[in-house]
């Protein structure tokens, strides 16, 4: 029987780290979950698909596990804009210890459609926020 491990705001607080990740695709991702609950992400496909760096949270499932949400931007071929990407995650630790996670996730976009833009000298009537 395995033993819970002391959880922190997020992943199991041993197991707060960083993890090379691949995907059944063969892409490679380095994860860090810290034990605040913060989450970041870097693919080896983010060039080639045009994405930015993830950032996110995570929390703790209470035992062997956790689940997370990482957010990135990800730009036409021109460089512009496209969208926001959400990743959400379920991982767990393989084994008794924290040396291996397996999971899986999926990917969901949101096309952003306006995001006002600031007129030089004229003050924005509310806070300038994209539309997704």
Known sequence: METPLPVGGGFPKDCAGTYLTQEGSGAKSIWTLGADGSFLGQSSTQEVFNFS??????????????????????????????????????LHRVGHDCAMIAGSFSLRLARIRSIPRATPGRRSPTPSRGAV
């Open 53 to 90: 760096g993830q950032k996110g949270t995570s929390e703790s499932d209470g035992f062997a596990g956790a689940k997370g949400v990482l957010l990135d931007f990800s730009f036409d071929s021109s460089g512009a804009l496209l969208n926001i990407a959400r990743v959400d995650i379920v």
